[in-house]
């Protein structure tokens, strides 16, 4: 037994009937997508410390080439 519009139990149910070309819906469908592991806290904040410690390093370069110009600049 079924009740109202409840879909039979064999799986049958009512359905728009598909033009004879359309035989399965829609094809580009994408598929699903891995789950993404969250990042830990303590992982994520040594990654933002490596981040700050390269640009500081970078930084530094910059400046020590700079002061390498001038004093070259200042003998010649």
């Known amino acids: 037994m079924t009740k109202g519009a409840r879909q039979r139990r064999d799986g049958t149910a009512k359905r728009v009937q598909l033009t ?3 035989h399965g ?8 997508r891995p789950r993404v592991q969250p990042v830990g806290e303590q ?4 990654a933002a410390a490596r981040e700050w410690k ?3 390093a970078r ?4 400046k020590q080439r ?4 001038q004093r070259g600049r200042t003998t010649s």
């Open 54 to 56: 390269s640009l500081f």
């Open 66 to 69: 700079d002061a390498e110009r």
């Open 20 to 22: 004879s070309g359309d």
């Open 59 to 62: 930084l530094a370069e910059i």
């Open 43 to 46: 992982q994520r904040k040594a």
């Open 25 to 32: 819906g829609p094809k580009d469908k994408k598929g699903k």
